[in-house]
């Protein structure tokens, strides 16, 4: 069940970058950035959730990767779609937007609930204030990025 959340999640990823790209260079790179940023405690986290479910590390590098390769799938997908549909681009990003809130909602605020703020050495306020510093900081630079994705620049020397 994780591994066939994880490539749907992943298939959504690779749909929103394929998408942001063709909107522009900018938007595909800040995309992906904001991706990166967003699936690598991800997939850690869905590492160690298949070696605690009794893999071996080798057979959950190849269920992670062959999970991962659902993003591929997706960014050709969304280049497609995007690119020979008009304004398709809003759905696939509202899309994929709902998606994260979602996989947000059921994978961290569980777990932030059940914390063990005592064995941290922080008191159960300061472990919500510092969960809650972190999300805002989340929040922060995507809305930063979204704010001044049109003055990024790339000298990309062509």
């Not at 800040?30 to 893999?55: I, R, Y």
């Not at 899309?95 to 941290?120: Q, R």
Request: proline fraction near 1%; charged fraction near 10%; charge should be negative.
């Amino acid at each position: 069940m994780v591994i066939m959340g994880d490539g749907l999640h992943n298939f959504s990823d690779g749909l929103a970058i394929g998408a942001a790209f063709t909107e522009g260079l900018s938007s595909g790179l800040s995309t992906s950035v904001a991706v990166f940023c967003h699936e690598l405690p991800h997939e850690l986290g869905d590492f160690a959730v298949l070696l605690k479910a009794g893999m071996t590390v080798r057979q959950a590098i190849l269920y992670n990767v062959l999970s991962a390769m659902m993003a591929y799938l997706g960014m050709v997908t969304g280049i497609l779609i995007g690119h020979y549909a008009d304004n398709i681009s809003m759905w696939i990003f509202a899309l994929t937007a709902g998606l994260f809130m979602y996989v947000a909602l059921v994978d961290m605020v569980p777990e932030m609930l059940h914390n063990d703020a005592g064995d941290h050495g922080f008191s159960h306020c300061g472990f919500f204030l510092l969960q809650n510093a972190g999300i805002l900081l989340g929040f922060c630079i995507m809305l930063l990025i979204a704010l001044f994705e049109h003055k990024i620049q790339l000298d990309l020397g062509y």
